[in-house]
């Protein structure tokens, strides 16, 4: 399928259609998506103030996380002893992450979830979690929403392993205990996030997209019952990079009402990237 197509494919699939493509193949102008067109470049950058109202939950890749959270302190650039992540290249961190048993997470594991994509990436896509065929796999967003994830790729012109790299908050896949996925816990997150923390500042992407709550609030550090659209339509930073914040794919899977939503955050996130120089 061209790219093209692949981008029709899913601007369909999230009901925008019909798709206006511009003579050199790009998409020029989509109709029926209020919510992209009211995107102003003058959005960009500009950071939301209101980002810790403590309001009932609302998206997270996990079906049954009402009463869970995965939050912890911000992403912050902290000192580092000499075996930490935080001092680590690149091989060096996927060497020590497959190894890892910082949190109990390691006990259940198949895998751990290190990510998957281009070294160098401009843009850096971040989850929440490995699910079970990501710990079978070890790769994350594989199955049904890393379907959809690619497809949300090649929408904006990119795709897994070009320019694009997608990663977790935690490398290990939490369960309950019936074993059940669920959302990782504080201390969990807490535990992994010097992985990504590295893993940003050897990427340097330009532009980060938080995929779903446990991202965003663990990569900005709020409130854990900050929801979703209480985040989404503004460039947040993170250190100094900027960070869209959207719906997780699997949750879109279960409310396929909110892609159109979708569309308009990944609109905001190409303008960013635009504003950015790149
Ligand atoms: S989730 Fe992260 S911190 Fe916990 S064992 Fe896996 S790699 Fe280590």
């Known amino acids: 399928m061209s790219d093209v197509n692949r981008r029709r494919v899913f601007l369909d699939e999230i009901v925008l259609g019909p798709v206006w493509l511009r003579r050199d193949g790009g998409i020029a102008l989509f109709d029926g998506a209020p919510e992209a067109v009211d995107i102003m470049p003058s959005q960009a950058l500009a950071i939301d103030p209101e980002m810790s109202r403590p309001i009932a939950n609302d998206s997270s890749a996990w079906p049954d996380n009402d ?6 302190s911000p992403a912050p650039h902290i000192g580092i002893a000499a075996t930490s992540p935080l001092s680590m290249d690149w091989p060096q961190l996927q060497q020590a992450a497959a190894n890892c048993s910082a949190c109990g997470l390691c006990h259940g594991r198949k895998n751990t979830v ?26 994350p967003f594989v199955g049904p929403a890393g379907k959809l994830l690619d497809n949300m790729l090649w929408a904006m012109g990119l795709r897994r392993g070009e320019n694009a790299y997608i990663a977790n908050i935690v490398k290990c896949r939490p369960t309950d205990g019936s074993g059940r996925d669920r959302p990782p816990s504080p201390e969990e997150v807490a535990a992994c996030l010097p992985y990504l923390q590295r893993q940003i500042e050897l990427i340097r992407p330009s532009v980060l997209v938080a995929l779903g709550k446990t991202a965003a609030v663990s990569l900005l550090g709020l409130d854990p019952a900050t929801p979703v659209s209480n985040l989404r339509g503004s460039v947040h ?42």
């Not at 009463?67 to 912890?72: E, I, M, W």
């Not at 290190?114 to 790769?139: C, M, R």
């Open 114 to 139: 290190f990510g998957v994509g281009d070294s160098k990436a401009k843009w850096l896509f971040i989850g929440e979690g490995p699910g079970p065929n990501e710990d079978v796999q070890g790769e």
């Open 237 to 278: 930073l993170y250190s100094d990079l900027p960070l869209v914040v959207t719906y997780h794919p699997a949750y879109l899977l279960r409310q396929p009402a909110d892609k159109g939503k979708v569309w308009a955050d990944l609109c905001l996130v190409m303008s960013t990237y635009a504003q950015a120089g790149e």
């Open 67 to 72: 009463n869970a959270v995965a939050t912890l």
